[in-house]
């Protein structure tokens, strides 16, 4: 099945489970659509579903786009800069330019950026926090699906090495975000009040981080 998104073919990959009581759509990395349904959906029905959430499809389809452009340029906490590639295991950051060792590790490079930042700004929003909440450690990893995770068990709060490339704001929504988890461990609107409160702005750099 193929489904036409600005003119172009898209694989539609369908997987029907007899537990699957709705439909859902997703557009993922790979440019596919994917859809999960009923067991006993037919195809027809799923063609007319996609013809009916062709806006809502296309939509996806554009952030997955601009996702993967991005990730084939450099960025640093939300400046794009010029690669230049160099000899050695390297990177040296200019003013608009960045220069990269051919054997060095960007991911390395990145962590090592981010840990001392990460930490500061965690310590900034845990010290003016106005709710009493336990010190958290921090972790900072790759993550395909989520900026951050708290967990209130462990009391461990995960960063998305991902922001390291995003503007300051981004960390410090996902910081705040995460902490106001150590309160309310759900998405409850007393929970969004938490973050309000901390970071009044959040709502703005949630949408910018969504449509990037």
Not at 145 to 157: E, F, M, P, Q, Y
Request: charged share 35%.
């Amino acid at each position: 099945m193929y489904m036409r998104i600005h003119g172009e073919l898209r694989e539609v990959i369908v997987t029907k489970k007899r537990g699957t009581k709705n439909t859902y759509m997703r557009v993922k990395e790979d440019g596919k659509i994917y859809v999960s349904t009923n067991l006993f959906t037919t195809d027809r029905a799923v063609s007319k579903i996609l013809e009916e959430h062709v806006n809502e499809i296309t939509r996806m389809a554009d952030i997955i786009e601009r996702k993967n452009d991005r990730q084939k340029r450099f960025f640093f906490l939300g400046k794009e800069y010029d690669p230049i590639q160099i000899n050695g295991k390297e990177v040296q950051l200019g003013e608009e330019k960045v220069l990269i060792g051919k054997d060095a590790s960007l991911e390395e490079w990145y962590l090592q950026m981010a840990r001392p930042l990460f930490q500061k700004h965690l310590d900034y929003y845990y010290d003016h926090f106005k709710r009493v909440i336990p010190y958290p450690r921090l972790r900072i990893r790759k993550m395909k699906s989520r900026w951050g995770v708290c967990n209130t068990r462990l009391k461990t709060i995960t960063l998305n090495l991902e922001l390291i490339k995003r503007d300051i704001a981004c960390l410090d929504y996902v910081i705040v975000h995460e902490l106001s988890h150590l309160v309310h461990a759900n998405h409850s609107k007393a929970f969004w009040q938490v973050v309000e409160e901390h970071y009044p702005d959040y709502k703005k750099v949630r949408k910018q981080m969504k449509e990037e």
